[in-house]
């Protein structure tokens, strides 16, 4: 009643937190361990919680009684077996969602006469070392007991029980021997014995002790006994062989708890916010529990057997971490288990605070490793510098007039020389102007190259081994490609049009290898990727033309680059797949697959080659203003999201000491920004 009593209580406070589909059973009659004299037994259950779903009653495995839910199960059964295992189970929709059961014994007890009772002292002595047997589970089987000439009733009582029900290494118990009122005076002399036994469910003596006293307080080993279900007896035998036995149902838990571990395995890569749970059970009940990465506890949330941790990894540097997971019982019995995790995330750093930096940008790594940029500031309107010195940007403004530095690319020679192409908006003419800036000592030289029309859009620079620069890009109003390079002989720049068939040669990017130029750009009229190149002493007329793809409308926002190998890449976005796509050409022959699809990804890409020849990209999810990026090692593609809800498009990657460094646009802070391994 008391426990009734105390699990509405409990309802009543905790009830807007409960889920309302939860059942708790109850069992009043019998109760767990109870051993009953009477073979017409009443059983009666309660159940609390939902009242949905079927009920199942099953005594030793038979199934006795079956209805809806309901507050309260009774009815009325025989008992024939000894040993007794009482279940109930409740079904929802044709699936269990809760079972429960408890254990009862059956013992015909034969009624002493009534006689006056005298309360013995019990003696108290140590108990001895206790013989082991091998354990082996079956249902008991429990003998009558004898009624005995002397002894009137055996009291057993169990001093160290709790509300778990159960046990681990030891059990405190006493034991009293009540005798009939004219043997009280001399039952040491009407004792023969008292046997005190725990024994398995197939009456296989676990262990065993034959005293002598008529009362004793005992402390049980029980380390040695494994999970399971044990009986406790006390047996008393007098002078002529009688004997008159008590016994108890005693549970024995040395089983950690049962802990399912879902989203979390070893070796796995870690990024971000990473959501797990814990599935934890165990008959005792759960007392304990945590996670720690490198010995710091995360915070979690538990509803029912579920524990959810969320685990965020830009809290803990890259690189691999140990986690601990730890679960106890009530008993203490624990689980623990570590897992190796390697946390790999972006961390992003301000390169350039002012507001509207970097919203068109190009980056470069010298063979020292330096990192320099060219960018465009929306706000300001101008072109700007920045180079990386110990672990300090410097910034520089490079063109003063108003509307310069749109379609930035630089490039650094052997020579340490900064030359930067760009775009600038003429508002004299309404044109858009081809520039160049060079740097060879502390100032800025800026040239315009071309002047016709609207040129200059789509830059993109290379300097060769003598420190020539060479230019391809569009020009908007006639909707050619451009290539501008300085004769070196004739000490001018000379302009040249590769191709010019309807509209071609905007999202341009050049390149150079073997003293071969090469160029990759959009045929605009037909949505093909197209790709040329000639060596730099030939004339106009040595340009070779390939068609890359021509499947669908593709080539928008395509960036090229060479390996060691002379080999051609490029990345491109598939407007009707709607798709980064990535072309390479070894040999002859070029080969085409899909980067990724998800989200309609694949504008603004930039791409870096490192010293292993592996390609890495960055590219914009216009969908998501999300920045990703797309790492190619030579047998598949990884793919990770750098930052999501504030990409402003423009993005430039490159790779130093093999870690990944892309600078962007930010679109929540309106600046200049990094993000790196």
């Not at 939860?22 to 919680?49: A, H, M, R, V």
């Not at 025989?78 to 969602?97: A, D, H, S, W």
């Not at 290379?462 to 020539?468: A, C, E, H, L």
Request: aromatic share 12%; with cysteine.
């Amino acid at each position: 009643m008391v426990r009734i009593i105390f699990l509405v209580l409990v309802l009543s406070i905790f009830g807007c937190k409960q889920v309302q589909e939860e059942y708790t059973i109850i069992f009043d009659s019998p109760k767990n361990n109870e051993i009953i004299t009477n073979e017409n037994q009443k059983i009666s259950i309660l159940l609390l919680g939902s009242k949905e779903g079927n009920v199942k009653v099953f005594i030793n495995q038979s199934l006795l009684f079956t209805s809806t839910v309901k507050e309260r199960i009774t009815f009325d059964t025989t008992i024939t077996e000894n040993t007794n295992v009482l279940e109930c189970v409740i079904e929802k929709n044709g699936q269990e969602v809760k079972r429960e059961k408890i254990y009862f014994t059956l013992k015909k007890q034969i009624q002493p006469k009534s006689k006056k009772t005298l309360e013995v002292k019990p003696v108290y002595a140590k108990i001895k070392k206790y013989e082991e047997i091998k354990p082996q589970v079956i249902i008991p089987k429990i003998e009558e007991i004898k009624e005995s000439k002397y002894i009137s009733s055996i009291n057993l009582e169990i001093l160290n029980e709790n509300e778990t029900g159960y046990f681990k290494d030891e059990i405190k118990a006493s034991y009293r021997i009540e005798f009939f009122d004219e043997f009280k005076s001399k039952a040491l002399e009407y004792l023969k014995k008292v046997s005190i036994e725990i024994t398995d469910p197939q009456d296989n003596k676990l262990l065993s002790e034959t005293l002598k006293e008529p009362g004793l307080t005992l402390n049980l080993n029980t380390k040695q006994l494994p999970t399971g279900v044990y009986i406790l007896t006390v047996r008393a035998e007098d002078i002529k062989g009688e004997i008159y036995e008590t016994s108890k149902w005693i549970k024995i838990d040395k089983t950690p708890p049962s802990v399912v571990i879902e989203n979390l395995t070893n070796d796995m890569i870690v990024r971000g916010t990473l959501q797990f749970n814990l599935q934890v059970e165990d008959e005792s009940g759960i007392k304990e529990f945590y996670f720690s990465v490198e010995e710091e506890k995360i915070n979690y949330r538990q509803k029912q057997k579920t524990i959810t941790f969320l685990l965020d990894s830009t809290k803990f540097g890259n690189g691999k971490k140990q986690i601990t997971i730890y679960v106890a019982d009530k008993l203490q019995n624990e689980f623990k288990t570590n897992i190796s995790i390697y946390i790999d995330n972006w961390h992003e750093e301000i390169v350039d605070p002012t507001p509207g930096a970097g919203f068109n940008i190009s980056s470069f790594v010298d063979k020292e490793k330096r990192i320099y940029l060219a960018y465009y500031n929306i706000n300001k309107r101008n072109l700007y510098f920045a180079k990386l010195n110990q672990n300090k940007w410097e910034i520089e403004l490079v063109d003063k007039e108003i509307d310069s530095g749109k379609y930035p690319s630089i490039f650094v020679d052997k020579f340490n020389r900064i030359h930067i192409s760009y775009t600038f908006i003429n508002p004299k003419w309404d044109d858009e102007d081809l520039r160049y800036a060079l740097k060879e000592d502390e100032n800025w030289k800026i040239t315009t190259l071309d002047q016709q029309d609207k040129a200059g859009r789509y830059t993109s620079i290379v300097v060769d081994d003598r420190g020539i620069p060479h230019i391809s890009y569009y020009n908007y109003s006639i909707g050619s490609l451009r290539y501008i390079t300085y004769n070196l002989n004739m000490k001018r720049w000379e302009i040249s049009v590769p191709d010019s068939y309807e509209n071609v040669g905007s999202d341009t990017c050049i390149g150079i290898h073997n003293n071969v130029i090469h160029i990759s750009y959009l045929d605009n009229a037909n949505g093909d990727l197209k790709y040329c190149y000639k060596g730099i002493n030939e004339t106009d007329a040595g340009w070779k033309f390939e068609v890359v793809d021509s499947d669908g409308k593709v080539g928008y926002y395509n960036t090229m680059k060479i390996d060691s190998y002379g080999n051609i890449h490029i990345v491109y976005y598939d407007s009707t797949q709607k798709a980064l796509k990535y072309a390479v050409k070894t040999g002859n022959k070029w080969t085409k697959t899909i980067v990724d699809k998800k989200d309609d990804p694949g504008r603004f890409t930039s791409m870096f080659i490192d010293d292993d020849n592996n390609v890495h990209v960055s590219y914009y999810v216009e969908s998501k203003k999300e920045l990703r990026y797309a790492l190619f090692n030579g047998k598949k593609w990884e793919i990770q999201t750098v930052i999501s809800d504030r990409a402003g498009g423009y993005s430039s990657i490159v790779v130093v000491n093999q870690k990944p460094i892309i600078f962007f646009y930010d679109l929540s802070s309106n600046n200049l920004k990094l993000a790196k391994k």
